[in-house]
């Protein structure tokens, strides 16, 4: 890994929290607000860090998550339509990229399953041509780890996408909620004046929006080909995951440092996994460790290597 024992910590602290103080970092890391302040800037500069963003929790404003992956064919021109279409679109969470099981993934928000199945035909109808096979599934949660392959060690999930709930968004919401996605690290005033509000305005939403879990938490999205590492997304089908069988799952997955999130959906498979390794052979390592954990209940895996992740590319639907 291309960084040093602080730069792995800062990382490891910005994942969990984007908005920790420089001086709250500098005396848990034993360093000088100067040199926290200089190494985050590098950790930026160098691509390694992508954005600070803030996790917005659909579900709490009364949107459901729907799965779709696709194989596709190689009509480069066709393709590249769907991509254009795909990130246009005011209702896609998220867009992945990838070679093996599938090659494009996409999340789609709908108030209801009417909504998404005339969603999900429309672009069939649209795209059938380079359509060669589709999968759909409904998100149930999503349990994210701190970047644990920082730093080892183990380390507790943040759930998101559970619950659903009507909590109404406000236009003065929504305005600092625009402000705020791709700026979690952003001064309050800066913030503010980007909202059209006032600085205590914009404070008193926040703590509003963090609440009422709106606002899930902060973090710095990294770009893992910067740290020499391979992002892989592995689809687990079991015969049978009962509530001993997931608790099991979920305490290997907890004891995995490069498992950094924990997908639960209604669909042709119960969860997908997605792990950060250095290379195939660490990666083939848990596959065999995670047969030989469920040697009876484990059906199938399928894997496709990520080469591009997209986290809500729409925004219009929540914000516009």
Same mark, same amino acid.
């Given at each position: 890994?291309?960084?040093?024992?602080?730069?792995?910590?800062?990382?490891?602290?910005?994942?969990?929290?984007?908005?920790?103080?420089?001086?709250?970092?500098?005396?848990?890391?034993?360093?000088?607000?100067?040199?926290?302040?200089?190494?985050?800037?590098?950790?930026?500069? #160098?691509?390694?860090?992508?954005?600070?963003?803030?996790?917005?929790? %659909?579900?709490?404003?009364?949107?459901?998550?729907?799965?779709?992956?696709?194989?596709?064919?190689?009509?480069?021109?066709? #393709?590249?339509?769907?991509?254009?279409?795909?990130?246009?679109?005011?209702?896609?969470?998220?867009?992945?990229?990838?070679?093996?099981?599938?090659?494009?993934?996409?999340?789609?928000?709908?108030?209801?399953?009417?909504?998404?199945?005339?969603?999900?035909?429309?672009?069939?109808?649209?795209?059938?041509?380079?359509?060669?096979?589709?999968?759909?599934?409904?998100?149930?949660?999503?349990?994210?780890?701190?970047?644990?392959?920082?730093?080892?060690?183990?380390?507790?999930?943040?759930?998101?996408?559970?619950?659903?709930?009507?909590?109404?968004?406000?236009?003065?919401?929504?305005?600092?909620?625009?402000?705020?996605?791709?700026?979690?690290?952003?001064?309050?005033?800066?913030?503010?004046?980007?909202?059209?509000?006032?600085?205590?305005?914009?404070?008193?939403?926040?703590?509003?929006?963090?609440?009422?879990?709106?606002?899930?938490?902060?973090?710095?999205?990294?770009?893992?080909?910067?740290?020499?590492?391979?992002?892989?997304?592995?689809?687990?089908?079991?015969?049978?995951?009962?509530?001993?069988?997931?608790?099991?799952?979920?305490?290997?997955?907890?004891?995995?440092?490069?498992?950094?999130?924990?997908? #639960? %959906?209604?669909?042709?498979?119960?969860?997908?996994?997605?792990?950060?390794?250095?290379?195939?052979?660490?990666?083939?390592?848990?596959?065999?460790?995670?047969?030989?954990?469920?040697?009876?209940?484990? #059906?199938?895996?399928?894997?496709?290597?990520?080469?591009?992740?997209?986290?809500?590319?729409?925004?219009?639907?929540?914000?516009?």
């Amino acid at each position: 890994m291309l960084l040093d024992a602080s730069d792995r910590k800062i990382l490891h602290a910005l994942h969990i929290d984007a908005r920790v103080p420089e001086t709250v970092l500098a005396k848990r890391l034993r360093l000088s607000r100067d040199v926290v302040h200089y190494r985050i800037r590098q950790l930026c500069a #160098r691509g390694i860090i992508t954005v600070f963003r803030t996790w917005i929790d %659909l579900g709490k404003v009364g949107y459901h998550n729907y799965k779709l992956y696709l194989k596709m064919s190689g009509d480069q021109a066709r #393709r590249s339509e769907f991509f254009d279409h795909i990130r246009s679109r005011d209702d896609v969470f998220w867009l992945g990229v990838a070679d093996g099981a599938w090659d494009v993934g996409v999340t789609f928000f709908a108030r209801d399953k009417k909504e998404f199945f005339d969603k999900k035909n429309e672009l069939f109808s649209r795209f059938s041509d380079i359509i060669i096979e589709k999968k759909t599934g409904l998100l149930v949660d999503i349990w994210v780890y701190p970047f644990k392959f920082l730093i080892g060690g183990e380390g507790e999930p943040r759930t998101l996408f559970g619950d659903i709930e009507e909590n109404e968004l406000e236009v003065t919401d929504k305005k600092v909620l625009a402000a705020f996605m791709h700026d979690a690290r952003g001064k309050s005033v800066t913030l503010a004046r980007s909202a059209g509000v006032t600085v205590d305005v914009f404070r008193n939403r926040v703590k509003r929006l963090e609440d009422k879990g709106i606002i899930g938490w902060y973090a710095a999205a990294i770009d893992h080909t910067k740290l020499g590492m391979e992002f892989y997304k592995t689809f687990l089908y079991f015969d049978n995951l009962g509530k001993t069988e997931e608790a099991k799952l979920l305490e290997f997955c907890k004891s995995q440092p490069n498992i950094v999130h924990i997908v #639960r %959906l209604i669909g042709p498979w119960e969860i997908e996994l997605e792990i950060m390794v250095e290379n195939y052979a660490a990666y083939n390592k848990i596959m065999h460790e995670l047969r030989a954990l469920f040697p009876h209940e484990l #059906r199938n895996i399928e894997s496709a290597v990520m080469s591009e992740d997209y986290v809500f590319p729409a925004r219009k639907t929540v914000f516009g």
